[in-house]
């Protein structure tokens, strides 16, 4: 082996997903991510001004027989939803997997001890949870049989995180494995859920964090059941159940002397503790996200302000590409398929071409905007975007968290790891 491949291989940094053929000439890609040896020797990019002749391109660069990674991948023969009935592949809700595509569990279940330790919660779920997080357990009473039933009267449960307070969350050799424990189908890394709707319902409330290493935004709510939309509520847990309890008790004459009960527990402790109450003022979050996305929640990343550098637009409107996201999922052949492709390939190649002028963001909101079309003919576009640019953005512990998502994403309301 060679001095230069020894040094390749012993480098620490990410390999650069276009490998031998990287056209990128932005020394902070080649400062974060590694190339092999002699990667520009003699070598004529013919993607550095890839849209000079737009229709070749959008042509060549779905079909040609030398993809590059940030490509749209061929589509199978088979739909998206028909799956043969390979030994290989394993049934799980209705689903069907490969067999590295589901989690492998300890064949005796035992659980981790309960817990309050913030440092505790931040290894196995890649974030800490902020001190609203542990009042509100504090609020509902001192035994798991007081809190649940007080939850469970106003039609909620402790789900996610609260498994370690409540002492049932599994041990598991696969670490990993607790970043999908209670994520729901539409759940970016960004949405951490806490509580859900009692039953089949996928109606849940989490927090929602720009950064991995900061405190969450606001606490919001999400139905992977009707859509990705995630909707905020309050600025923190207290007035989050606040504000479910009042749309809550108008539902069911049943409940609401349940909700009226607790929402006076809830006032009284966030008074106690300097918690509002109140919505979640919009104002306050489009002053510094640069776009929605289509879970509508929005993203925030760094923009330096003279040059603008960190964010611009895709080359597509939102409604064009949620257009060609509904013609995708409802394409009738492969050539339908293939054709709407060509047409989503540019989005793709223009908001690369984004991320390495150090336009991060575009690479995020793209990643997102593809997550959020469920769609797994763009799977691999999806986890491609994402982990690219958090990793830019410093955000690592996200870019872990759609990894795993990923690869062991499903639909469903139980999302508990034990529910495999």
């Known amino acids: 082996m060679s001095l230069e491949w020894k040094k ?30 002699n990667l520009n020797k003699g070598r004529v990019s013919p993607r550095f001004q890839p849209y000079m002749r737009k229709q070749k391109v959008a042509h060549d660069s779905f079909h040609s027989k030398d ?13 998206d939803d028909e799956v043969g009935s390979s030994t290989s592949e394993l049934k799980v809700d209705n689903e069907k997997f490969p067999k590295d595509h589901v989690p492998v569990l300890p064949e005796n279940i035992t659980f981790l001890d309960v817990s309050k330790d913030n440092s505790v919660l931040k290894d196995l ?20 049989s007081a809190i649940e039933k007080s939850l469970s009267s106003v039609n909620l449960e402790m789900i996610g995180p609260f498994d370690l307070l409540l002492g049932k969350l599994p041990k598991l050799d696969n670490k990993s494995l607790y970043l999908i424990h209670w994520r729901f189908f539409y759940d970016p890394p960004e949405f951490q859920a806490v509580l859900k709707r009692k039953g089949k319902s996928e109606f849940h409330i989490g927090y929602y964090r720009d950064n ?40 069911s004459p049943f409940v609401s002397i349940a909700c009226e009960k607790l929402m006076e527990k809830i006032k009284k402790a966030a008074s106690d503790n300097g918690y509002s109450l109140e919505e979640y003022n919009m104002k306050k979050r489009w002053a510094v996200a640069v776009t929605k996305t289509f879970h509508g929640a929005g993203i925030v990343v760094p923009v330096e302000k003279k040059t603008q550098v960190g964010y611009r637009h895709l080359v597509e409107k ?21 054709r709407i492709l060509s047409e989503l390939q540019p989005v793709i190649t223009y908001a690369n071409i984004a991320v390495d002028e150090c336009d991060f963001g575009t690479g995020l909101e793209l990643g997102i905007d593809l997550f959020c079309s469920g769609l797994k003919v763009l799977e691999g576009n999806t986890v491609c975007s994402l982990t690219s640019a958090y990793s830019l953005l410093k955000r690592d512990a996200f870019a872990k968290i759609i990894e795993v998502h990923m690869k062991y994403r499903r639909r469903g309301s139980n999302m508990s790891i034990l529910n495999w």
Request: glycine letters at 4%; aromatic letters at 12%; charged letters at 30%.
């Open 212 to 251: 991995p290493d900061q405190q969450p935004v606001f606490v919001a709510s999400s139905d992977s059941a009707k859509d990705c939309h995630i909707t905020p509520i309050s600025d923190n847990l207290f007035g989050a159940v606040y504000q479910y309890l009042q749309k809550e008790k108008k539902s």
């Open 318 to 338: 939102d409604g064009k590409i949620k257009q060609l996201f509904t013609q995708l999922e409802n394409a009738q052949s492969d050539s339908d398929r293939d």
């Open 67 to 79: 993809k590059e990674a940030d490509m749209i991948p061929e589509q199978s023969k088979r739909k």
């Open 125 to 144: 779920f890649l974030v800490e949870m902020p001190t609203d997080f542990f009042k509100f357990y504090e609020m509902l009473g001192d035994s798991l």
């Open 8 to 37: 390749y291989i012993d480098d620490p940094r990410q390999v650069c997903k276009y490998g031998g053929k990287c056209y990128q000439k932005n020394p902070v890609h080649h400062q974060s991510f590694k190339h092999p040896p």
